[in-house]
């Protein structure tokens, strides 16, 4: 019996999906997920050196080794010199195309741990 | 990587197998992860775990065998590149990293049990599953068009591939004053600045083979990603004749209008919506009339790739929620979902979205097996775009966990500065090339 409710309950859900994608306007956008319990908020800590650095891999290479292409390898690049061109870039001291955006989301002490990692990492 | 990898080993051999009692079995000492997809998402996750520790089992189920990028595959339109400048092997993944790859379309997940099993039958245990999916388009979304017209007729070319190559056929041989219509797609999409450069570049490619040609752009919305920065570049290169709400944003001087411009932009405000397509009279019908074109793209509403509905792992929206913190799925436990198909707030369907979800989770899967906090999370998008092909723009993002518990941006400005100099620009466009070429090497080398 159980079984059988819940087998009419599935046709009947079919059913709905079959009728709302049928009377879906026309390229709208999927429905927002439903409003659920509150999301736990952000971690106030910084992220880590590491885990910052691997963002900046897509342009300058993993871990900051990079061949052949028109970036910055930032592998072995000594602390302060990381510090001074994060800070210039996010302080508009130094033209960039899209640093500047970049520089914005790290703080001072961010920046630093980033500067810890690349300088640990041997150029290859 | 090295002292990493002794690190592990040292903490199991001084917890004993008791710690890590899902893991550790008889003559298998090393964690399992299944990856679904070998696109920008699951390629990066697997290098990245076998950079973090070599002695994990990482497998890749994958369909084909040559992956197609589609970040830059619009330039084949334009013969920017060639249709083999998109291909990328898995060479390196496999010999130098140590992954290994199964060429079969996965089908089915058991949570329960934690297998992953493929069309051609293979069952795959795992300790925990990436999935990167993609994208799946909703060809049904526009009344008249289909899958099977979009593979012989009308192409959407949104996943890089046959359809991308019979774009750029019908593109560079349309009759001499045709007219080419784009029919944008509605938000949330893979790629959110990807429509608008392909219709800028191949403006500019028409300028010279066609230079009568048309280019209209039928769209859902009234605004896209690097809207002003683009508009302002397709005035200055092409004559275009941004609308009025955008010209006060726009400050920089503008190109007075000589001639009628040959790119269009139709906003939903103007009608642009599409609404049917008659593939008999190749004419696009939408909110505002009907527009007679000689080659239509068509890039249609999208929703997560099918195996994460095939999986369970989609909810109402067609997208998959996940914990912000660690991209595990809210429905399956063990299970991670990243790029396009994952719910992720206010990062964009990008491949680089997609490139710092998957080290984040390499991380976070990593750590977890060593007992380790992954920490605080941090994620990246940048997205270079032509608006001609040395007239680059941008969109730069910063992301993290915000207070209410949602991925938000923490950087300012996202855009090309409307100020920017011409060595701005032009350093803008040689960077994409760049961005390319790097981005790849970030994920398959």
Known sequence: MRLHHLTLA???????IGLLGAHAPVFAAPASPAAAAP??????????????????????????????????????MPKAQFVQAMRDFRDGKRPATLMRHVAEGFSNEEIDAMSVYFAAVKPE | MNSRRQFLLASAAALGTAAFPALVRAGQASARIVIVGGGVGGATAAKYLKLADPSLQVTVIEKNPVYIRPYGSSEVLNQHASFQDLEVRYDVLRQK?????????????????????????????????????????????????????????????????????????????????????????????????????????????????????????????DSFVTDE?????????????????????????LMPSTKPCALEWIQARAGGTPQRLDVKTLTLHTAGGAI????????PAMVAGQIAFDFGLTDASGFCPVHRATFESTIHKDVHVIGDSSIADAMPKSGFSANTQAKWVARVITDGLAGRDPGTPVWENTCYALAGKDYGLFVADVF????????????????LPLDASPAQIRLSAVYQQAWIQAFTQDIFA
Request: charged share 20%.
């Open chain 2, 292 to 299: 007679k074109a000689d080659v239509i793209n068509i890039i």
């Open chain 2, 400 to 415: 993290k966990i915000k207070e209410d518990g949602r991925i938000g941006r923490v950087n300012k400005a996202r855009y």
């Open chain 2, 97 to 221: 990293y140590g992954v290994a790859f199964v060429f079969d379309a996965a089908k089915t997940l058991d949570p329960v049990n934690k297998t992953v099993t493929t069309a051609g039958g293979k069952v795959l245990a795992y300790d925990r599953l990436i999935v990167s999916p993609g994208i799946k388009l909703r060809y049904d979304s526009l009344p008249g068009y289909s899958e099977p017209l979009a593979e012989t007729q009308v192409p959407s070319g949104w996943i890089a591939g046959a359809q991308t190559a019979l774009l750029a056929r019908q593109l560079q041989s349309m009759r001499d004053g045709g007219t080419f219509v784009l029919a944008a797609p509605p938000n949330p999409y893979r790629c959110p600045p990807g429509p608008y450069e392909r219709a800028a570049l191949m403006t500019e490619w028409f300028a010279k083979h066609n230079p009568r040609a048309k280019v209209i752009i039928a769209d859902p919305k």
């Open chain 2, 229 to 253: 920065t683009a508009l302002l570049g397709w005035n200055r290169l092409y004559g275009y004749q941004p609308p009025q709400e955008y010209r006060a944003k726009i400050k920089a001087e």
């Open chain 1, 39 to 76: 999301l736990p908020p952000g971690p106030k800590a910084p992220p880590s050196g590491p885990a910052m650095a691997q963002t900046c891999a897509g342009c300058h290479g993993t871990d900051g080794r990079l061949h052949a292409a028109a970036f910055m390898p930032l592998a072995g």
């Open chain 1, 10 to 16: 599935l046709i009947g859900l079919v059913f709905a």
